[in-house]
């Protein structure tokens, strides 16, 4: 088993990584050696914001309503 440590340069490039809206999977696979949940652990400790997300697709209004559509 590897352990590795959280290096300056490999915090800025999750930093970057996160930023740019990639997952944690895509970013975990980017770095290598370093599993999802250790990057999701990471961006948790170090309280980055949230990283950007499409907006919400609208719905119709049948669909809000819960009729079939018409």
Do not use: C, Y
């Not at 990584?17 to 370093?34: P, R």
């Not at 949230?50 to 309503?65: D, E, G, N, Q, V």
């Amino acid at each position: 088993m590897t352990v590795l440590t959280w290096t300056d340069d490999r915090v800025e490039q999750l930093k970057k990584l996160w930023e740019g809206g990639l997952s944690a999977s895509q970013i975990a696979a980017e770095l290598g050696n370093v599993t999802r949940n250790a990057v999701i652990g990471k961006v948790h400790r170090w309280a980055f914001p949230a990283a950007p997300r499409a907006p919400p697709r609208r719905r119709r209004a049948s669909a809000r309503l819960g009729r079939k559509g018409t």
